[in-house]
């Protein structure tokens, strides 16, 4: 195994927080087949280390280890557990530097973005740790003669969760966090392009006392992970963040060990700007809800619908708002926007552009010669998109955006909703009837109005539609790994 890079190396307090390895029933483990893949800075394209992939039988003793730790966990009392989870959150946020470091050399995002995202991802720890001594069940008035009805909240079992690149700390905790307190023990399959957020959260899950077999990483190739964890029947839970493409093939693959899903897939976020708008305010809102992680994120403003009136004016704040983004290497001062991903996403943006423009849009601005590096690409703004266009129909995750002008309610909820996909849609307007009627025609999971931020530990995230199953967070997303178990005491 390589040793630590020397770009890591120097710039973390606590060096090991940086694991190379899977981390399988509280041992960290490589490869028992030598395979490993080499992880990328996507600023530099410089490798900043590797990750073993394990074998099948590795897998599967990782559900082994789960199945074990299992009793004891589920047997612990809900504030003891809770007590396990607080003192991850406050390693979490001891460590916040380091993690911001790994998270920003891995995926490219600003630090202070980074920082961000750790304490984003730490909140919904805290989170979960409360809500985990709230898993009521109820008492039901009886119809059957001197019977006492009732429920109660019991862990569906082994979950497993595979995790995207876009925010490699957060989508883990937001799932993980949430297991652990209904008492699930948890097998990650992070990102390969972002493994080392995950081992970190592993290494300090085991510094909390979290027991061995209850917070597993394992690593390897996707397609091969994912139908051993789906095929497996001890997995009684399988959690995903990702691509709806890969969402659906995980069903299938579930389908014959019937699992409780929950699927957070793609969005294609509609950002609506009423005719009673300042369009300043409203164009500096919509870049900041498109420009954010390089628009590698899914609640980005894919399709910008702004009304005819102010049309123009809005497209002239747009454009002078986002010739002040910086676009740079994440480390290095305040920029405002990181490299993508990795090349092909670069190439996939640049596709999309070229598409709309064949199709009659005009790109205001967007100079790709301007790009600091490979990965890079710079933000570009289009006008006179239509629905043909793909900066239409896909998520295009990449700072590259449409915007479209319409000329009526009626007519900006049905370009709203032409799409396949549900998450989020955002509304710029102070009209109370106008933002009434437009919420509850808009068929997304949820709807901000005149706010970019809207998530959060207390609200639930998700979508509809092609957008996924099941909400993350708030009162109900522990939910996602309780069973409700009824029971009839007759005759007592
Ligand atoms: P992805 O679907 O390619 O990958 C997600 C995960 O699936 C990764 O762990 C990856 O290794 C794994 N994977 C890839 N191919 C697989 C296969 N054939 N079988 C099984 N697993 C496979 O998505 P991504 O590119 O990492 O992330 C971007 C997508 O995630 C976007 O569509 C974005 O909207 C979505 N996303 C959704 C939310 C949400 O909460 N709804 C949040 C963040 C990202």
Redesign the pocket.
């Known amino acids: 195994m390589t040793t630590l890079s020397t770009t890591l190396a120097k710039r973390l307090e606590d060096p090991r927080l940086f694991r190379q390895y899977a981390y399988v029933n509280g041992k960290w483990t490589h490869g028992e087949g030598g395979r490993e893949e080499a992880v990328y800075d996507p600023a530099t394209n410089e490798a900043i280390g590797h990750i073993p992939l394990l074998e099948a039988e590795q897998i599967t003793a990782a559900v082994d280890a789960a199945e074990a730790a299992f009793v004891h966990w589920r047997a612990l009392r809900a504030d003891e557990r809770c007590e396990r989870l607080l003192a991850w959150y406050d390693l979490i946020q001891a460590n916040r530097e380091d993690l911001a470091t790994i998270m920003t050399l891995e995926q490219g995002k600003p630090l202070p973005d980074a920082r961000g995202e750790v304490e984003y991802g730490a909140s919904f720890v805290r989170w979960f740790a409360e809500e985990g001594k709230r898993t009521y069940g109820e008492t039901i008035p009886s119809h059957i003669p001197n019977a006492s009805l009732g429920t109660i909240k019991e862990p569906v079992g082994i979950a497993a969760m595979?995790?995207?690149?876009?925010?490699p700390l957060a989508?883990i905790t937001r799932k993980a966090a949430a297991a652990l307190a209904a008492g699930c023990p948890v097998i990650v399959?992070?990102?390969?392009?972002t493994p080392f957020s995950a081992l970190a959260l592993a290494e300090l899950a085991e510094r909390a006392g979290i027991p061995e077999g209850i917070f597993n990483v394992v690593l390897g190739e996707?397609?091969e992970?994912?139908?051993i964890l789906c095929s497996e029947p001890r997995i009684r839970a399988l959690s995903?963040?990702?691509?709806?493409?890969?969402?659906r093939?995980?069903i299938e693959q579930s389908a014959n060990t019937v699992k409780r899903l929950s699927l957070?897939?793609?969005?294609n976020a509609p950002f609506i700007v009423g005719p009673d708008m300042d369009p300043k305010e409203a164009a500096y809102a919509a870049v900041a809800a498109k420009f954010q992680t390089a628009g590698?994120?899914?609640?980005a403003a894919n399709r910008i619908l702004v009304h005819e009136s102010i049309h123009d004016e809005f497209v002239a704040q747009f454009t002078e708002r986002m010739a002040a983004l910086t676009v740079g290497n994440g480390l290095h001062g305040e920029v405002d926007l990181g490299p993508l991903?990795h090349r092909q996403a670069v190439e996939k943006a640049a596709a999309i552009v070229d598409d709309a423009i064949s199709q009659g849009a005009t790109m205001i601005a967007g100079d790709q010669s301007q790009a600091p590096g490979d990965n890079f690409f710079m933000p570009v703004l289009l006008t006179g998109v239509t629905p043909q266009m793909k900066v239409w129909r896909e998520?295009n995750?990449a700072p590259v955006a449409g915007i479209t002008a319409y000329s009526s309610d009626d007519e900006v909820i049905e370009m709203a909703n032409d799409t396949e996909y549900g998450?989020a849609a955002y509304i710029y307007t102070h009209d109370i009837r106008r933002i009434w009627k437009l919420m509850r025609a808009l068929e997304y999971g949820m709807v901000s109005v005149n706010s970019v931020k809207m998530t959060g530990p207390p609200v639930p995230?998700?979508?509809v539609k092609q957008?996924?199953l099941g909400r993350?967070g708030g009162a109900t997303g522990i939910d996602e790994y309780l069973e409700t178990k009824y029971y009839c005491l007759g005759a007592l």
């Not at 995903?240 to 969402?247: C, I, K, N, Q």
């Open positions: 595979i995790t995207p690149w876009n925010f989508m399959k992070p990102a390969n392009e996707p397609a992970v994912s139908k995903f963040t990702g691509s709806t493409r890969v969402g093939l995980l957070e897939l793609g969005g590698q994120d899914c609640l991903i998520e995750f998450l995230f998700g979508g957008s996924g993350e």
